[in-house]
């Protein structure tokens, strides 16, 4: 349903574009997520692009560096990522949350378990 694409191996303050477009519905209307999973740890959130304000969110560690863009006119959300590090390996995942209740998390993205459609990943490796 939703599927993330663009990663790659990418050299230490390189950059890199990911993209999440869907099928069989259109983001424009929810809010978007892009989490990452590196090896032996958990998931965690890294942007969000909202749907009530339309104002994106950072998670501390990526703030600066990367950014995420909604673009309506091809139903699909990007998250561009410059200055990248070797601690920004992992697989990159989008989300979206179609029930709306991210709504109640003002200022975050909220947990990941509001977000009920996964893309199926796509890795980053950031190497020398």
């Known amino acids: 349903q939703l599927q993330a694409s663009g990663g790659g191996l990418v050299q230490p303050r390189g950059s890199l574009k990911l993209s999440c477009a869907a099928s069989?519905?259109?983001?424009?209307?929810?809010?978007i997520g892009w989490f990452r999973q590196a090896p032996g740890k958990e998931r965690e959130g890294v942007s969000c692009?909202?749907?009530?304000?339309?104002?994106?969110r950072y998670a501390d560690s990526v703030k600066g560096r990367f950014t995420i863009v909604r673009d309506n006119t091809n139903g699909t959300v990007y998250l561009q990522m410059s200055s990248l590090k070797v601690e920004d390996t992992a697989v990159y995942y989008c989300?979206?949350?179609?029930?709306?209740?991210?709504?109640?998390?003002?200022?975050?993205?909220?947990?990941?378990?509001?977000?009920?459609?996964w893309g199926q990943g796509t890795l980053v490796t950031v190497s020398s």
């Open positions: 692009v909202r749907i009530a304000d339309g104002s994106p």
């Open positions: 989300a979206a949350d179609t029930r709306g209740h991210t709504r109640q998390y003002a200022h975050t993205c909220g947990p990941r378990y509001v977000y009920d459609k």
């Open positions: 069989g519905f259109t983001l424009d209307y929810y809010t």
